[in-house]
C-alpha cells in the first residue's frame, strides 16, 4: 500500500483535534487533597507565621543596655529576685558579669532598686548607723562609726582612676581627759589597682591627706598606703627615717641610679651576647649627708695710706697756766709720775707729743691736750663650703652571661662557654660603662654560666568555654533555632503539601519524540515504494516541502505516525 503526501494530507483533514480540559485553580487542588494533606499544609503554615513573629519580636527586643555590673554575688542575686518580682525581662553575661535589660526600662529599674536599697554594696558606709538597736552600749556605737566612716573613705578612694579597690583600716583611740598625753589616730590603706596602673606621688598624697583630714587629730604621717602587693607607697608609718636611714624620696633617688646603671650595662651588652642572654644588677651607696663648713681668713695689717678708714675721732682740750689748779683725787695715787705713751697697732696716736706740748704749755704757762683715735678695716675673707647630697660613695656591679648557643646544619643545638679574654673585654666594658673608680672601692664582677630555662605550659582554654564565645552562642542560640525550625517546617510540611496540589504533566508519547526526532533529520526519512515518483511541483522548494512534513507532523501526529508504520509495513 503506497501513500503518498498527498494522502496523508488527506488522512489528515478527517482527524478529530485534540481539546485539553481546563486546568482546575490551586483552590480546588487543594481541597481535593486527603484530609492528611490539609492538616499538614495548615499546621505548617501555622508554625511558619509563629515562628515568624518569634523572631520578630525577638529582634525588637535585642536592644538590651546594662542595668549593673561587677556586683558582689550577694547584690547581684538580690537584685536578679527583685526584677523577678517586677516582671523585667533581664540577661546575664558571664564574661562581664553585667545584668542588662531593655534599654527603656533601665532608668525607671534604676529608681526602683535604689528605692530598695539595691545594690547595697560590699562596702557599708554610714547607713549602719541607721539601723541602731534600742538597747546598743556606747562601745556599740563607736564601733559602728567607726565602720561606716571606714566605708565612707573607702567608696570615695575607689572612685579615684587607677584605684580598683580599696580597704581603710583607722586606729581611734579612746580619748580621756585624765591622760596628760593623749594617743593620736592611725589608718593604714590597702589599694588593689587595675592591672597595668600605678599613682604617682601626688595621688598617693591626695589618698593620706584625704584619709587624715576625715579623721579629728590624725597628722598625715600617721597613714599608711600600701598596694596589693604588700609595698609601701607612702612615707615610713613613724613618719621618721627608715631602717636604712633614708627616707621615701633618698629610696627612690637610689633605686632611680640603681636602675640607671643596670640599663646602662644592658645597652652595651646585648648586642653583643643577646637580649635574653644577660642579667644585671647594680648597687649603688649613695653618700646624703650634708656638711656645711665656714672660713675666715685675715690678711696682714697695711699700711695706713693703703688701708680702709673704718672709723676717726680726734678730741682737743686747752687752757691758761697760771690759773691752773691742782685738781685730782687726793692721796697716793695722784701723786705717781705719768705712764710711758705707747702707739696702737691699726692706728697712730700722738698721747706722747699731747704730753709734751701740755708739759711745754705748762711750762709756757698754758695747758691743753690733743687726742686722735683712728680704725682701719680689717681684710677678711669669709668662705662657707656647703656639699652635695646623693654623691656616690661606692658602687658594686654583677653580671651574668650565658652560654653561646648554636645550631647545626641538623638543627641541633649546643652551648659553649665564654673564652677567658672575652671575659675580660666585657669586664672592661662594664667598667667603663658605670665609670669604674677603684681608689673609691667599686667592684665590678662577670661571670659566665648556662641559663636554665623553664618552658611554662600554657593551658589553653577550649574555644567552646571562652566566656565570649558563650554569650555569642547564647545570643545567636534562639534566632538559629527559630530559623532552622522555619525550615524544617517549610520541607517537611508546607513544601510536600503544595508538590501535591500541582497537577500532574501530561504523559508524553514515546512515537511522538521518535518522529519529531525523524522528521527533523531529513537523511533519516525513508524512500517512497514503486516507480511512481510523485511530479516535481514548481514551488515550494525543497526546504519548503520539509518545512510543510514537519508542520504536519507536529499538529497531527496520530496521521503521521500512520503514514511512517505504512511504509515500514510496505518495506
Known amino acids: 500500500m503506497d501513500v503518498t503526501l498527498a494522502q496523508a494530507q488527506n488522512l489528515t483533514s478527517p482527524a478529530p483535534p485534540v481539546i485539553d480540559a481546563a486546568p482546575a485553580g490551586f483552590a480546588q487542588r487543594v481541597m481535593a487533597l486527603p484530609p492528611q494533606r490539609k492538616m499538614m499544609l495548615g499546621g505548617g503554615l501555622a508554625a511558619l507565621l509563629a515562628i515568624v513573629v518569634a523572631m520578630s519580636l525577638w529582634g525588637r527586643e535585642g536592644d538590651y543596655r546594662t542595668l549593673y555590673s561587677d556586683l558582689s554575688d550577694k547584690d547581684g542575686g538580690a537584685i536578679l529576685a527583685q526584677l523577678q518580682t517586677l516582671n523585667i525581662p533581664y540577661k546575664y553575661s558571664e564574661g562581664s558579669g553585667a545584668i542588662m535589660i531593655p534599654a527603656d526600662k533601665v532608668h525607671d529599674v534604676r529608681l526602683k532598686l535604689a528605692s530598695a536599697g539595691l545594690p547595697k554594696g560590699s562596702v557599708t558606709g554610714y547607713e549602719l548607723m541607721e539601723n541602731q538597736k534600742f538597747g546598743a552600749t556606747q562601745f556599740q556605737e563607736r564601733l559602728n562609726f567607726q565602720r561606716g566612716l571606714e566605708g565612707e573613705l573607702t567608696r570615695s578612694i575607689q572612685t579615684l582612676s587607677g584605684v580598683e579597690g580599696a580597704r581603710v583600716h583607722l586606729a581611734l583611740p579612746n580619748q580621756n581627759g585624765f591622760f596628760r598625753e593623749q594617743q593620736k589616730a592611725s589608718a593604714s590603706v590597702v589599694l588593689t589597682l587595675h592591672p597595668g596602673r600605678t599613682l604617682d606621688k601626688r595621688q598617693i598624697a591626695g589618698i593620706v591627706h584625704l584619709v587624715s583630714s576625715s579623721v579629728p587629730e590624725m597628722s598625715p604621717k600617721a597613714v599608711s598606703v ?87 675721732q680726734e678730741s682737743v682740750q686747752s687752757g691758761a697756766g697760771a690759773g691752773a689748779q691742782p685738781t685730782g683725787v687726793p692721796g697716793a695715787m695722784s701723786n705717781q709720775p705719768p705712764t710711758p705713751a705707747t702707739a696702737p697697732i691699726n692706728g697712730a696716736s700722738a698721747p706722747l707729743q699731747a704730753a709734751q706740748a701740755g708739759g711745754a704749755a705748762g711750762a709756757g704757762g698754758n695747758g691743753g691736750r690733743r687726742d686722735s683715735v683712728t680704725n682701719y678695716e680689717v681684710d677678711k675673707t669669709v668662705r662657707v663650703t656647703r656639699n652635695s647630697t646623693g654623691n656616690v660613695r661606692r658602687l658594686s656591679a654583677a653580671v651574668v652571661v650565658n652560654h653561646i648557643t648554636k645550631t647545626d646544619a641538623k638543627g641541633k643545638t649546643t652551648t659553649t662557654p665564654l673564652k677567658p679574654e672575652e671575659l675580660e673585654q666585657l669586664t672592661a666594658l662594664v667598667k667603663e660603662s658605670v665609670g669604674f673608680n677603684e681608689q673609691r672601692g667599686d667592684t665590678v664582677k662577670v661571670i659566665n654560666a648556662p641559663f636554665q630555662i623553664v618552658k611554662e605550659e600554657v593551658q589553653d582554654t577550649p574555644l567552646w568555654k571562652q566566656p565570649q564565645v558563650l554569650d555569642t552562642l547564647r545570643t545567636l542560640a534562639v534566632p538559629g533555632a527559630l530559623t532552622l525550625l522555619a525550615l524544617i ?4 510540611a508546607i513544601r510536600p503539601a503544595i508538590n501535591a496540589a500541582k497537577p500532574p504533566a501530561p504523559a508524553e508519547d514515546p512515537n511522538k519524540s521518535r518522529l519529531t526526532a525523524v522528521v527533523d533529520d531529513q537523511q533519516e526519512l525513508p524512500a517512497l515504494a514503486g516507480d511512481d515518483i510523485l511530479p516535481a511541483l514548481a514551488a515550494p522548494g525543497p526546504d519548503r516541502r520539509l518545512e510543510a512534513a514537519r508542520k504536519i507532523a507536529r499538529e497531527n501526529p496520530v496521521a503521521m505516525a500512520t503514514i511512517v508504520r505504512t511504509w515500514v509495513n510496505n518495506d
Open 226 to 312: 600600701v598596694d596589693q602587693s604588700g609595698e609601701l607607697l607612702s612615707g615610713s608609718p613613724d613618719g621618721g627615717p627608715e631602717q636604712s636611714g633614708l627616707d621615701a624620696q633618698q629610696l627612690q633617688y637610689v633605686r632611680t641610679m640603681e636602675t640607671n646603671y643596670t640599663q646602662r650595662i644592658r645597652d652595651l651588652l646585648e648586642p653583643v651576647v643577646g637580649k635574653d642572654n644577660l642579667r644585671a644588677q647594680v648597687t649603688a651607696d649613695l653618700d646624703f649627708s650634708q656638711v656645711e663648713s665656714t672660713a675666715e681668713e685675715y690678711k696682714p695689717n697695711q699700711t695706713p695710706d693703703a688701708a680702709a678708714i673704718r672709723s676717726q
Open 489 to 492: 517546617v517549610v520541607f517537611g
